[in-house]
């Protein structure tokens, strides 16, 4: 199995950039099918991006297209997740994900391993 650690996150100003960092120890993460959620307390689990079912990119929820760009460092094991222009709707709990499947899924169900998450928060 694989444990995700999440780091990066804070208290911006809408605007801002922060770039959150995802460390995965015990497996590679090209074993996996890694994405970003976010969740507003009440809320449910939101799909913000997730590697494309090809490989060879990252689908992106409409409302972070544009702003948002994650990537991949296999050397470090560490998936990142570049965020400019941020805005208040944007104040979330960020947590990274692995899925076993060989398929992109935005339902969070899908995805076996979980960090803990990094508190984002936009202000205005």
């Known amino acids: 199995q694989v444990q995700l650690v999440e780091s990066g996150g804070g208290l911006v100003q809408a605007g801002d950039s922060l770039r959150l960092s995802c460390a995965a120890s015990?497996?590679?993460?090209?074993?996996?099918?890694m994405s970003w959620f976010r969740q507003v307390s009440g809320k449910e689990r939101e799909f913000v991006v997730g590697?494309?079912?090809?490989?060879?990119?990252?689908y992106y929820v409409d409302s972070v297209k544009g702003r948002f760009t994650a990537s991949r460092d296999s050397a470090k094991n560490t998936l990142y997740l570049q965020m400019n222009s941020l805005k208040p709707e944007d104040t979330a709990v960020y947590s990274c994900?692995?899925?076993?499947?060989?398929?992109?899924?935005?339902?969070?169900?899908?995805?076996?391993?979980w960090g803990q998450g990094t508190q984002v928060t936009v202000s205005s």
């Open positions: 590697l494309t079912t090809t490989g060879n990119g990252f």
């Open positions: 015990g497996r590679t993460l090209s074993t996996y099918r």
């Open positions: 994900a692995a899925s076993p499947l060989a398929y992109l899924d935005y339902d969070p169900r899908a995805y076996t391993f």
